[in-house]
């Protein structure tokens, strides 16, 4: 885990240990949010993530239908606690055209990141991800150069130090 100083305090962000280039989507081919997350879950499977994309599409689509995961800003956190994963994992992807997704502003997501994780009592790392995620995209220039990177490695180094700001 990856530890940084804020406020004159040490603090713990666990993005970095989760962001890998094989679940990242530079830009996601479709725009309603449905068919959005069938194309993020197609790619947990392709990285072994899960086998069984039907079962964790209805755990995330039981998880939106509670309220959405559309954050606001152009940023939406789909997540979910699933026994069929085979691991905690975080999927990073990108839409320039942006997708609807139900936002607490009515805006379109252009940056999405999807958790998934087994479920386990107080799993800590699971809310900490989370927690990491919405502090390192709150401000403007963060999701604009999230949007603006040319690649996975500037995307990682950019949450990596948002994460900790």
């Known amino acids: ?10 603090t713990a962000s666990v993005v970095e240990d989760y962001l890998r280039a094989s679940l990242f989507i530079p830009e996601l081919r479709t725009k309603k949010k449905s068919s959005v997350l069938e194309e993020m879950v197609s790619s ?9 994309p039907e079962a964790v599409l209805d755990v995330l689509r039981r998880r939106e239908s509670l309220g ?3 954050l606001g800003k152009g940023v939406a956190i789909p997540h979910a606690r699933c026994t069929l994963v085979t691991e905690r994992a975080l999927l990073v ?3 320039t055209r942006g ?3 139900d936002s607490a502003d009515g805006a379109p ?3 999405l990141f999807l958790i998934v994780a087994p479920p386990v009592d107080r799993d800590p790392v699971y809310l900490q991800l989370l927690a990491d995620l919405v502090r390192g995209v709150r401000l403007a220039r963060v999701r604009q150069r999230l949007i603006d990177a040319p690649d996975f490695s500037l995307i990682r180094e950019i949450l990596v130090e948002a994460s900790h700001e």
């Open 1 to 10: 885990m990856t530890t940084a100083t804020f406020a004159g305090r040490k």
């Open 44 to 52: 947990l499977v392709a990285t072994g993530v899960t086998r069984h």
């Open 68 to 70: 959405s995961t559309g």
């Open 93 to 95: 992807a990108r839409s």
């Open 99 to 101: 997708v609807e997704f």
């Open 109 to 111: 997501v252009h940056l």
